[in-house]
Every structure is written in C-alpha cells, then in structure tokens.
C-alpha cells in the first residue's frame, strides 16, 4: 500500500494552543497517524524582526515585488489572529515548553512528536550561520533531554525552521541520536534519486516532503491563497506513476484551522489507496525494504 505523511510543524502560539486540539480531533476521526515537530522556544526575534522589516521596507521602496503564484501565502493576522500576533510581539512565550500537556495528548494518542530547532525559531531560520556549533547544540540537546525525560523514549525525528540546514547541523543531530531529518525535495541535500525517495545523508535518513509549494510554501496553504480547488491539485497526484509515498506539511495554525477543510479533502481524494502514517513508520518500510537501517 502506498503511503501518506502528514507533518504539521509547531512554530507559534496559535499552533499549539488551538491547532493541534483540532488536528488530534480530525486525526481520531479520519483514523490517521500524525507526525509533529515542535518549536520548543521561542517564535520570533525582536531584533531580527524589525532589522527584517525595514530592509523589507527599502527593498519595496527599489523594487516593485512580483508576485508569483506559486509563492503565494496567507496573511500572517489570518492565520495566527490579531491577539495572538500582538501575545507574540510583546510576550515572544516559549512554544512548546510552556505547553508540555498539549505535547503529552500528541504522544498519548500515538502520533509522531520530533523536535522542529532548538531555542528560537526565527534566530535559527535567519541567522544559522551566526549561531556558534555550541549554540545549536545546547539548543537541541536541552529540548531533547526534556522530552526524552518526560516520555521515556527516543525523540528521533528533526525537522529544522525554515527548513535550514548546515553539515555541522547534520553531524550534530546524528552525534545526539536523531534517526532522520527532514527537507522539502528541493532542499539543500536534495537527492538525486526522485523526490519522493527516502536516503541516507551524513548517516542520517533524508525524508524529502514532496507535495510543497515553491519556497517552502506549504502547499494547502498556497492552494487556499490562491483560491483553487483540492481537485485541480489532486489531479496529477494520481497520475499512474504517483510516488508510493507522498509527504505533505503545513502548520496547525493554518492546516488545522481554516485550512482544514481542505487538507481533508485533499487526503479523501488521494483515496483508499494511500495509507496515513507517521514518517517514523516510512523510514521503518524502507529500511526494510533495503535494509540500510543497521
Ligand atoms: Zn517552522
């Protein structure tokens, strides 16, 4: 049977504090595994953030955007809610930490919980490569204690923000136990081996999400923002050579709210024939398809 990941990465207040309640409803009722990566700290950076904006302002100010379709988002106010923009500017709380019984349903209920960076999320999107190896690793190693602690078991998934890499990342995250991490098909390690392949990379499994926007735009989310319907984007899915395994991603905030609808149309009409498991379980299928997992 072919089979379907579905990965919701946890970035922000709105995500954990009422997407994820919706997404374990809908996945108790559609009878589907769910894998999440959690944003343990923080959301933004306030420094970043108004160094972003007014470059973003003198780039508007030169250049006149293009907007491409294929690229096109929701309104951050849409998707996290004016409140919470205005909890998260002044407040800036810490995710996934300050919400360890939100975590504790996702792991009770039999789904995927992986780590999605270490402390701040947008230090980490926009500033890596600032960021000493040390950093990154007390970063990680600390949220994974303590969810390692807390459930008695491996956390072997990573998913990075913004889907940035580095090599020194990789060696870290095997050297702290991590099985796999994950990047869109396009990534930096992207392999050369179709997209919707699962490999090995630094001694680590490569999972490539292959249904995605460009520019790491979730893909419902651009549908949504682009006003088009599941059937049109469902189409070539299922084509004759569709993957034997499709990966989706998107954002509790987004996916589990108003874009819900959606998501759930889109995985009825992949149909029968696609089975919703967690990436862990596909990592195991191939493993023992090819027996690499030694
Ligand atoms: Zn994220």
């Not at 072919?2 to 990465?9: A, C, V, Y």
């Not at 007390?138 to 390692?148: A, P, R, Y």
Request: hydrophobic residues 40%; proline residues 3%.
């Amino acid at each position: 049977m072919k089979q379907l990941n579905i990965q919701f990465d946890i970035d922000t207040l709105t995500c954990i504090e009422e997407g994820v309640s919706r997404l374990l409803l809908w996945a108790r009722r559609e009878q589907l595994k769910l894998s999440f990566f959690v944003n343990m700290g923080r959301s933004i950076d306030l420094k970043l953030s108004l160094k972003k904006a007014l470059f973003n302002r003198l780039k508007a100010d030169h250049i006149s955007p293009v907007a491409s379709e294929k690229t096109a988002k929701m309104p951050i106010k849409e998707k996290l809610g004016l409140r919470n923009v205005f909890r998260t500017l002044l407040l800036n709380p810490k995710i996934g930490a300050n919400n360890l019984r939100i975590l504790d349903t996702i792991i009770e209920e039999g789904h995927e919980l992986g780590l999605h960076g270490g402390n701040n999320h947008a230090l980490w999107q926009h500033g890596l490569h600032l960021m000493s190896s040390n950093e990154v690793l007390e970063g990680i190693q600390s949220n994974l204690d303590l969810l390692e602690c807390r459930y008695g078991k491996k956390i072997i998934g990573f998913c990075a923000p913004g889907f940035v890499y580095e090599d020194r990342v990789l060696n870290i995250l095997k050297e702290l136990g991590f099985m796999y991490f994950v990047e869109p098909y396009y990534g930096r390690y992207r392999s050369d081996v179709g997209d919707a392949s699962i490999a090995v990379c630094h001694g680590l499994f490569r999972v490539p999400i292959n249904i995605i926007a460009e520019r790491t735009v979730p893909f419902i989310e651009n549908a949504c923002a682009r006003d088009i319907t599941t059937k049109e984007l469902v189409a070539p899915l299922g084509a004759d050579n569709a993957a034997d395994r499709l990966h989706i991603y998107g954002h509790p905030c987004f996916e589990g709210i108003n874009g819900l609808d959606m998501l759930t149309e889109f995985v009825q009409q992949l149909g029968a024939e696609y089975k919703t498991e967690t990436i862990t379980t596909s990592v195991g299928h191939h493993c023992l398809d090819r027996r690499e997992c030694e």
